[in-house]
């Protein structure tokens, strides 16, 4: 890394598990995902010999907990006050919220900062369909919950699907401004099982701006190089106002100035998720020999240099699997 780029700080995706309770169509197969040996998976103490390797060498300026679904490994809020006491600027989890409502106050407790929620649809039977069993109820509650923890602010992320949920993104927009929440629409990503639903169902985030522009005046907010999310802010005539963004990853990349690193659950260093492979570092992790951090260190800088804009998304692997 040079120049600029080896002077910022890195923000950080942990994936502490690639299972979930749930099985949303562009996520996870109905089938789910191979259970791992527990020794496959990286213990709390190798998550956080990583963080402070990379905060030694890189700088972190944001971690976010993710999985799978987080929420579904044991002793999570374990995990978020070990990393709390790192003092990350931000310290956020992303969820699919079917379990917030119960963890939201002891997660703020163990001092995580905020949550980015998944949230499709407002429909409880589409809601079904899309997480293949999911309860719209439980999170919404988890929302509620969430904001009354003080795990703020709460960020929705929706993921628009054409003839699924796209007619929506309207309603989906006001029902997060109305309670306080940031909301972002994605694109879907082929990646994965979503890599068969994508020419049918990709929407892109142009069209889902000019359909929010019917009833919200966007004002472009300040875009950070290598942000994902082009945030606006949003208000209508009736004085409902917030913050609306777009993640347009498959029609306007945001690769230059990206700065992303994840680590999944079985210790493997990914510095893009369109590529979604990277070296396996968990061996290095437990190991107790002298030089083990010099050799992890090399191992991410050769794979951060390898960022550059991509051509397409090439990885076949399951965004469960890559921390998505």
Not at 29 to 45: H, N, W, Y
Not at 63 to 75: A, D, K, Q, S, W
Request: aromatic content about 4%.
């Amino acid at each position: 890394m040079t120049g600029d780029t080896a002077r910022r700080s890195l923000s950080l995706r942990i994936s502490v598990t690639d299972r979930c309770q749930l099985r949303c169509l562009y996520c996870m197969p109905q089938s789910g995902v191979r259970k791992r040996a527990c020794d496959e998976i990286l213990s709390f103490e190798e998550i956080i010999r990583f963080v402070q390797i990379v905060r030694r060498r890189y700088g972190l300026s944001k971690i976010r907990i993710t999985g799978g679904e987080p929420l579904v490994r044991p002793g999570v809020t374990d995990l978020v006050a070990m990393l709390a006491e790192e003092a990350i600027p931000d310290l956020a989890l992303t969820t699919n919220g079917q379990a917030l409502a119960e963890m939201a106050a002891p997660l703020r407790q163990a001092g995580l900062h905020r949550v980015n929620v998944s949230l499709d649809t407002l429909d409880g039977a589409a809601y079904a369909v899309l997480t293949r069993g999911g309860d719209l109820a439980r999170t919404l509650a988890g929302i509620e919950e969430a904001q009354c923890a003080g795990l703020a602010p709460v960020k929705l992320n929706t993921v628009v699907l054409r003839g699924r949920n796209d007619h929506e993104v309207t309603e989906l927009a006001c029902f997060a401004l109305r309670r306080g929440c940031s909301i972002r629409f994605l694109e879907l990503m082929p990646i994965g099982c979503a890599r068969g639903l994508w020419r049918d169902c990709f929407v892109s985030a142009d069209e889902v701006r000019a359909r929010l522009e019917r009833r919200f005046a966007l004002e472009p907010l300040f875009h950070a190089p290598g942000g994902s999310s082009r945030d606006f802010l949003a208000e209508d005539r009736r004085g409902l106002r917030g913050i609306i963004g777009f993640i347009a990853s498959e029609s306007q990349p945001f690769c230059a100035g990206c700065m992303r690193l994840r680590l999944t659950s079985t210790g493997e260093a990914i510095s893009c998720l369109a590529r979604g492979t990277g070296p396996e570092l968990r061996a290095l992790l437990r190991s107790g020999a002298p030089d083990s951090e010099a050799h992890i260190v090399a191992l991410l800088s050769e794979e951060l240099e390898r960022k550059r804009p991509r051509a397409r998304f090439s990885t076949p692997r399951h965004m469960a699997a890559v921390g998505g």
